[in-house]
């Protein structure tokens, strides 16, 4: 992981992993609509899908073949109740896994929501240089990962390290 010491926008790709939300009330993937804009990264796509292995699959691999795509935030589909299968989807794409941001993530959720940040299947990794972490569906989780990790792992100034150095930038 390097540092390239200024500031870079990436191309970023929301997607929500739900049965029941629309644009209207997905308040996770508008909160990370928000927050990446805030920090100077560019929206590329946001969708909804629902919570199906192979359109999730589908949604993420076509992302992380797209040149303008960067990192991809997912919200949804994280836990273990019903039809949770983001990580099912998603980690047999990667090419790395990031172990650190499941590890973090569940750490700081521990100070607010206690033990039950045990039932939390938060994960992250890379394929073809795009970055990928998957949160769970609430607001407030979404909000504990992009404040406490990625808002400094996606700034290039960030020190000692971030992951802008290694993503595949020079593709677009």
Not at 94 to 120: C, M, N, P, Y
Not at 138 to 144: F, L, V
């Amino acid at each position: 992981m390097s540092n390239t010491g200024v500031a870079q926008s990436l191309g970023v790709a929301v997607l929500t992993i739900s049965d029941t939300r629309s644009i209207d009330t997905d308040t996770s993937g508008q909160y990370l609509v928000e927050q990446l804009k805030a920090a100077g990264h560019s929206l590329q796509d946001r969708q909804i899908v629902i919570d199906d292995v192979y359109q999730i699959r589908a949604k993420v691999s076509a992302w992380i073949a797209e040149p303008a795509v960067h990192v991809i935030l997912t919200t949804g589909g994280t836990g273990f109740s019903g039809r949770d299968s983001t990580p099912e989807a998603v980690a047999p794409l990667f090419d790395k896994h990031i172990e650190g941001f499941g590890e973090v993530f569940r750490a700081l959720s521990l100070q607010e929501i206690g033990s039950s940040t045990v039932q939390s299947r938060a994960l992250g990794g890379m394929a073809n240089r795009t970055v990928i972490f998957c949160m769970p569906g609430s607001t407030g989780a979404c909000r504990t990962a992009w404040e406490g990790i990625l808002k400094e792992q996606l700034d290039a100034t960030h020190k000692p390290c971030n992951f802008v150095g290694v993503l595949n930038t020079a593709r677009t």
